[in-house]
């Protein structure tokens, strides 16, 4: 596609993600698209057999990802803003999405609204392994209620734009 590779800021969490879906299996279900982890999710995942549902909530960002939709990987755009990136946000339309697999492996929260996260992060708490929250610096989302709740959390802190690995049935620390 010839593109620019997004900011290394929004690849912080590579690491952790790539930790996560190695140490579980399972589908995968990630909450917004990105250049660092949709192919990474998309490269694991195929090589795993496991199944990849992609998601975002902008028409035109998701289609640059397209290519690589498969049996096994699947997208899907929520309709959250009217105008396909701000205007009038509907973020339940987030709860329509998610349910079509009993128990996942891996959830990867780097969604929009950021707001909307620690709704999804409680949403769930009891249908995966292991969730993958990115940007959990950012004292807006309101994380850290949500967070404290988990019985296993682990804060990857390597860079200045965290990611944080929650879970109640897998010690995330012994990861690291």
């Known amino acids: 596609m010839n593109r620019q590779l997004a900011d290394?800021?929004?690849g912080t969490?590579?690491?952790?993600?790539?930790?996560?879906?190695?140490?579980?299996?399972?589908p995968v279900f990630e909450m917004g698209c990105g250049d660092y982890s949709t192919p990474l999710l998309h490269?694991?995942?195929?090589?795993?057999?496991?199944?990849?549902?992609?998601?975002?909530t902008s028409r035109d960002w998701i289609s640059l990802f397209l290519d690589m939709e498969s049996v096994y990987h699947k997208f899907k755009y929520v309709p959250?803003?009217?105008?396909?990136?701000?205007a009038d946000p509907n973020?339940?339309?987030?709860?329509?999405?998610?349910?079509?697999?009993?128990?996942?492996?891996?959830?990867f929260i780097d969604h929009r609204?950021?707001?909307?996260?620690?709704?999804d992060i409680v949403r769930f708490a009891n249908k995966a392994d292991i969730i993958v929250v990115h940007d959990t610096e950012t004292a807006s989302y309101n994380y850290e209620p949500v967070l404290n709740t988990f019985k296993y959390r682990y804060n990857y802190k390597r860079y200045n734009v965290y990611t944080t690995l929650v879970s109640n049935n897998i010690d995330?620390?012994?990861l690291f």
């Open 8 to 10: 290394a800021a929004y």
């Open 13 to 26: 969490h590579m690491a952790p993600l790539l930790t996560a879906v190695m140490a579980t299996r399972g």
């Open 43 to 56: 490269a694991i995942c195929k090589a795993q057999d496991r199944f990849l549902l992609s998601s975002d």
């Open 80 to 86: 959250v803003y009217k105008n396909d990136w701000d």
């Open 91 to 107: 973020p339940s339309k987030w709860d329509e999405l998610g349910n079509e697999v009993e128990r996942w492996g891996v959830v």
């Open 113 to 119: 609204p950021g707001e909307r996260r620690a709704i």
């Open 172 to 174: 995330v620390q012994t």
